[in-house]
């Protein structure tokens, strides 16, 4: 990629004769200079072009979006308005190549730093998200040419570490007006507060003016989505970067306006409701999270639970105190209670807890029953003895009646560390595991979205026979590079960033020149993904945290959790009391 070595841009103005026109215009040809200035790359320039010449004619409204192109210097001066045109001086603009020492060679961060800005998605002229992914070569883009709130998580984080916090506080506002939209799949609507998997932007044109469009936001709650499944996970990444955004930036006026509180009230309102389950889980069904195709994760999935957990204690903080929220916020602190109760005694697994489970009694009818779930030890699978280390453990993937998911997930057990749902001395010893299991969990590229693989007829059954989930691609053991930066922050968090360079030198040492693949396959990570998309914007968003927070560790505390003492008593109480405690005749009710 070059940057653009002209020295003027001329605008012929055409029908554009108002004032207003021109004020546009002035506008456009700054960005323009803005764009030349920083060296950016033609993609970026044309889609500078395109996105300007848009918002020009645009009647959308505005309301609380705010332009990342408002501080620009006044080296761009009006010269001429002879014969209805506008020319611009721009100043000469030295070309990348003699600014790295007359070789032209970006390092890996500039080039990631240009491909996520190339990826940004305008509504109304103003920037509101990333899309998934931004390969130029790909005509196929299924639905990657959508911001996806999960994917944009890295995204909006990277931004805001790097000080350019507009587009976040755009996502944040755009994502919670979608929220309150009509949804439905076959006549049925689901619960009020669930957040879009993905939204794309439209352009249509407006009746009765050929030269005006209007943008238009089109969201997806899972009607499009392959299975049809609605994303649980978003509105719990949703109000995680909220918290982050505000930390960041030290604006709380943003998460303290009535429609923000509003809508953090519906989505917890939502996933507190009543229902059937026993446990404090959130039960949800297949492919409600990152892995979102048939991969055996319905019930408990520990990566849904890491999620729930964390944005309860980061709604706690941000919930304004009011005699409405008492009630809800009651039930948000017995809820917190008991989840951490729930996945620290019954998810760890080490060598110590597989020694029990493997002793364990069945068919076990009593309230002090030590075999709470009916776990027969045949479960055991042949590859967990010896992947089990001696020093170290990790949470297990999901937990059913007579049913342990003994999957290393990475992601929920990343998360588990990050928001505290895991104890200090669980969270070293996950680290711990996979420092030991380098070989299996990391080896040639980070990080295995879960291990082992399903092989053979647990394959067939499990998945469907689902011919991308293949053994060791895709969520099926594949090896995912936007983990790196969830990595990074439980690094930091436990004071081991250590672990977390070896990954990110790993990373540098390919991404680049594979052109920043979704996913890779095989045991070891050693071939790009057979479907894997290149240009992958959490790939490439998830190096850029990674470098940024190893560059300054203290910015990971605006996505970290830290252990609540409350919590910690009360959890204390708990394992006091008996957990096998006798049956009362009144049950405190954990939900609203």
């Given amino acids: 990629m070059t940057s653009i070595s002209s020295q003027a841009v001329v605008l012929q103005l055409g029908a554009f004769t108002s004032l207003n026109h021109q004020r546009s215009c002035f506008d456009y040809s700054k960005s323009l200079f803005s764009l030349n200035k920083k060296g950016s790359s033609c993609l970026a320039f044309t889609n500078e072009i395109k996105r300007l010449l848009r918002s020009t004619n645009c009647k959308c409204q505005r309301t609380d979006t705010t332009s990342s192109f408002g501080d620009l210097t006044a080296n761009a001066n009006l010269s001429d308005t002879t014969n209805g045109a506008l020319k611009f001086d721009l100043p000469h603009t030295i070309d990348s190549a003699a600014t790295n020492g007359g070789f032209g060679k970006k390092s890996i961060e500039e080039e990631a730093w240009d491909l996520l800005r190339d990826s940004m998605v305008y509504y109304c002229g103003t920037p509101v998200g990333t899309i998934a992914a931004n390969d130029p070569n790909d005509s196929s883009t299924l639905n990657y040419d959508q911001v996806f709130i999960r994917d944009f998580i890295p995204s909006g984080i990277a931004f805001l570490l790097k000080g350019e916090h507009d587009i976040v506080r755009n996502f944040l506002l755009h994502t919670l007006q979608l929220q309150s939209w009509e949804k439905t799949m076959d006549c049925h609507s689901p619960g009020q507060g669930l957040m879009p998997a993905s939204f794309k932007v439209r352009t249509i044109p407006l009746e009765g003016d050929e030269f005006a469009t209007e943008d238009v936001l089109d969201p997806d709650f899972g009607e499009a989505a392959i299975g049809r499944v609605a994303p649980v996970d978003s509105g719990l990444w949703w109000i995680i970067l909220l918290r982050a955004y505000g930390k960041c930036t030290g604006d709380l006026s943003l998460q303290e306006r009535v429609d923000m509180q509003t809508g953090i009230k519906m989505i917890l309102r939502l996933c507190l409701a009543d229902g059937f389950d026993m446990f404090p889980t959130l039960l949800v069904t297949d492919g409600s999270c990152m892995i979102d195709r048939r991969m055996g994760i319905h019930g408990h999935p520990l990566e849904i639970q890491a999620l729930f957990y964390s944005a309860l204690l980061s709604a706690r903080e941000m919930l304004a105190p009011e005699d409405g929220s008492a009630d809800l916020i009651r039930a948000l602190n017995n809820r917190l209670v008991a989840l951490s109760f729930h ?115 647990e394959w067939r059954i499990i998945t469907g026979s689902d011919p991308k989930n293949t053994p060791w691609s895709y969520h099926n053991g594949g090896s995912w590079p936007t983990l790196l930066w969830q990595l990074t922050v439980a690094c930091l968090k436990m004071n081991r960033p250590e672990i977390a360079e070896k990954a990110v030198k790993l990373v540098e040492k390919r991404i680049s020149g594979d052109k920043w693949p979704e996913y890779y396959d095989t045991k070891r990570g050693r071939l790009i993904g057979k479907q894997s998309r290149l240009f992958q914007t959490w790939s490439i968003a998830g190096y850029l945290v990674a470098k940024q927070l190893l560059a300054n560790p203290d910015a990971a505390k605006i996505l970290v959790n830290e252990e609540d003492l409350e919590l910690v008593n009360a959890f204390s109480c708990l394992i006091e009391g008996n957990p096998r405690r006798k049956r009362g005749r009144k049950k405190q009710s954990f939900i609203v």
Avoid at 375 to 391: A, G
Avoid at 425 to 439: P, R, T, V
């Fill in 343 to 457: 996945i620290r005694e019954y998810y760890w697994v080490d060598m110590k807890k597989l020694n029990e489970i493997y002793r364990y009694k069945t068919e076990e009818y009593s309230y002090d029953a030590v075999n709470k779930f009916n776990i027969y030890p045949d479960q055991i699978p042949p590859w967990l003895v010896e992947f089990m280390p001696n020093q170290g453990g990790y949470l297990i993937g999901n937990l059913q009646p007579a049913h342990m998911d003994f999957r290393f997930f990475s992601l929920g057990n990343l998360w588990s560390i990050v928001s505290s749902l895991a104890t200090q001395d669980q969270s070293h010893a996950i680290l711990d595991l996979i420092e030991s299991k380098w070989s299996d969990l990391v080896a040639d590229m980070p990080l295995k979205i879960c291990y082992p693989a399903l092989e053979a007829q």
